[in-house]
Nanobody
């Protein structure tokens, strides 16, 4: 069974940067689509970014141009580089894996079967 563990969250001032990492263990995730979602207090979980096995990416409009998702299949990791952070980026960030057989990127949380426990990102003014 694949386990996903996020790291890299923390407290940062607005305008700053953080790099989140998702480490997978149990088996290789190189064929999976990997995604990042977030959930702020009182809000529903929302899509942030995802990357397919071939490297195709999709981003939420709210993070385009500021966040970059990448993957390192040799290390079984997916990363999220977050720049120009805003207070509205404050949330619990989750890594997720879609065990699709297709080289596609989906933005719906229900498509992702595997989830990490989350890492908190707090952006102060």
């Amino acid at each position: 069974q694949v386990q996903l563990v996020e790291s890299g969250g923390g407290l940062v001032q607005a305008g700053g940067s953080l790099r989140l990492s998702c480490a997978a263990s149990g088996r290789t995730t190189s064929s999976y689509t990997m995604g990042w979602f977030r959930q702020a207090p009182g809000k529903e979980r929302e899509f942030v970014a995802a990357i397919s096995r071939s490297g195709s990416t999709r981003y939420a409009d709210s993070v385009k141009g500021r966040f970059t998702i990448s993957r390192d299949n040799a290390k079984n990791r997916a990363n999220l580089q977050m720049n120009s952070l805003k207070q509205e980026d404050t949330a619990l960030y989750y890594c997720a894996a879609d065990r699709t057989i297709y080289d596609i990127v989906v933005t719906t949380a229900n498509n992702y079967e595997l989830w990490g426990q989350g890492t908190q990102v707090t952006v102060s003014s």
